[in-house]
């Protein structure tokens, strides 16, 4: 911190040009990524152009528990792209259609309607920071912190979530729409939608689910078990695009007034599956079972790209 300097006062040093000043980041940020924001009309149903904002990490609402079902990290995911209704939106198209109608060229108002918006993810990042909102109010409006435990997996399947320009639908967009159907728990608006525990017909059950414990799918097992990549759990043709590893969670102890932050992190090496408990100058080695029980804050996941995965 230097005190402020006029324009008067900067003189150069160094005789020549001075160096170009060094990116860190070979390429984009390894944490930038980009969202989708879909608008269609309810009324008649046109689009308005795809939205891009960017995004440094996904901040997760948790939705309200149902007693007896276990929350997972698919059903913050769900609920952060279900679609909601916006009131009192221009349409130009309504506005256009409407001008149409009306003769001796009578000025009209702008028609405003009810839009659908939509949030997907445009381009996903290397890595992946997941914040689950544990803030809520009471009736009172004084502050509370949420503890359920939401349950997350070591390996992260992001397909169902990205978005895709619209077009032929290809084999893999029809699976990924098809375990979309599977898994949403339903929407924001009170749309219809499957529960979070239905169970699809024979056959069709997808081959995970994100958080999901259950240990009588071969694949999840698989998925759960530490230091592999579960690629080969996969047939060539319905291996996932965008596949993420677990490396750190991040947990707070305390309420909203005070608490402590510890962090499980994988330890160094790029297959490393040793995980380490850190709190301060304490650092103990973790087992990935504790690791995923924990409460978690903040989850940070890495892509990992195999032979069916685009590298961009």
């Known amino acids: 911190q230097q ?5 008067k006062q900067i003189s150069c040093r160094t005789r020549g040009s001075l160096p170009p ?11 930038h990524g980009r969202l989708t924001s879909n608008m269609v009309c309810k009324h008649c149903e046109h689009q308005s152009p795809v939205r891009f904002d960017t995004f440094d990490s996904l901040s997760l609402s948790i939705p309200a528990a149902v007693w007896g079902r276990p929350m997972t990290l698919d059903h913050c995911l769900h609920h952060f792209i279900s679609s909601e209704s916006v009131k009192d939106v221009v349409c130009d198209n309504c506005t256009k259609i409407q001008a149409e109608g009306i003769l001796n060229g009578q000025s009209i108002e702008n028609q405003k309607t009810t839009f659908v918006k939509q949030l997907k993810l445009g381009k996903l990042p290397q890595c992946l920071c997941i914040h689950l909102q544990r803030l809520s109010w009471s009736n009172q409006g004084t502050p509370l912190k949420r503890h359920e435990h939401v349950q997350f997996n070591e390996f992260l399947v992001m397909d169902i979530y990205k978005y895709r320009v619209p077009g032929p639908k290809s084999s893999q967009e029809q699976l990924s ?12 608006d009170g749309r219809a939608g499957k529960p979070p525990d239905a169970e699809p017909p024979a056959g069709t059950k997808p081959l995970f689910m994100n958080g999901a414990s259950s240990s009588s799918s071969s694949s999840s097992s698989f998925l759960m078990s530490p230091g592999t990549f579960p690629l080969a759990a996969f047939p060539e043709c319905r291996a996932p695009l965008y596949l993420y590893r677990l490396m750190a969670v991040v947990v707070h102890h305390g309420d909203m007034h005070s608490g402590h932050f510890v962090t499980f992190r994988r330890a160094p090496g790029a297959r490393s599956s040793q995980w380490l408990w850190i709190s301060d100058e304490s650092v103990r080695r973790a087992s990935l079972h504790e690791v995923l029980a924990a409460s978690a804050y903040l989850l940070f996941y890495e892509r990992v790209h195999g032979r069916a995965q685009p590298q961009s």
């Open 177 to 188: 729409r098809k375990n979309s159907e599977e898994t949403t728990p339903g929407t924001k």
């Open 21 to 31: 000043v060094s990116n860190p980041w070979k390429s984009q940020h390894p944490f």
């Open 3 to 7: 005190p402020e300097i006029t324009q």
